[in-house]
C-alpha cells in the first residue's frame, strides 16, 4: 500500500481545501482562511501526514476493511483534501462521511471506520 505525502501537491491540496469549504457551509469564510493556513503550516501537515500514515498501516494489518479505490491522482488529492479538512476540524464527522459515499456508494462501513481513527 503506499503512504500518503501530501507535500507534493501542497498547492492542489490548498486549492482544493478552497473549493471544499466553500461547499461545506455560509460561515466558509473563516473555515476557509484557517484551513488554507494550516494547509500550508509543516508542522500541521507533518502531524495529519503521521495521522494518516498509521491508519495507513492499521487498514493494511485488517482484513474486515474495504479499501476505498483512491487508484487515481484526482482521487488521492480528493481524498487528502477531505480527510485533512475532517482531521482538522473544518468539516463534521457526518460531512465526512456524506462527501466520501457521494464519490464512493458502497464504502459507509471504510469512512466511518476513517472517521472513528481520524479525528485529531
Same mark, same amino acid.
Given at each position: 500500500m503506499k503512504y500518503i505525502n501530501i507535500k507534493s501537491f501542497k498547492l492542489g491540496l490548498t486549492l @482544493?481545501? @478552497?473549493?471544499s469549504?466553500?461547499?461545506?457551509?455560509?460561515?466558509?469564510?473563516?473555515?476557509?482562511k484557517q484551513a488554507v493556513a494550516d494547509a500550508n503550516?509543516?508542522?500541521?501537515? *507533518?502531524e495529519y501526514e503521521n495521522k494518516i500514515?498509521?491508519?495507513?498501516k492499521e487498514i493494511t494489518s +485488517?482484513? +474486515?476493511? *474495504?479499501?476505498?479505490?483512491?487508484?487515481?491522482?484526482?482521487d488521492v488529492d480528493w481524498?487528502?483534501?477531505?480527510s485533512f @479538512?475532517?482531521? !482538522?476540524?473544518?468539516?463534521? *464527522?457526518?460531512?465526512?462521511? !456524506?462527501i466520501g459515499l457521494?464519490?464512493?456508494p458502497g464504502y459507509r462501513d471504510s469512512f466511518e471506520y476513517l472517521a472513528k481513527r481520524l479525528k485529531k
Open positions: @482544493l481545501i @478552497l473549493s469549504v466553500f461547499a461545506l457551509n455560509g460561515c466558509a469564510s473563516l473555515k476557509l503550516d509543516p508542522a500541521v501537515v *507533518k500514515n498509521t491508519i495507513a +485488517d482484513p +474486515d476493511y *474495504k479499501r476505498i479505490p483512491l487508484d487515481t491522482k484526482e481524498f487528502v483534501t477531505q @479538512l475532517y482531521w !482538522d476540524g473544518k468539516s463534521s *464527522k457526518q460531512e465526512f462521511i !456524506d457521494k464519490r464512493f
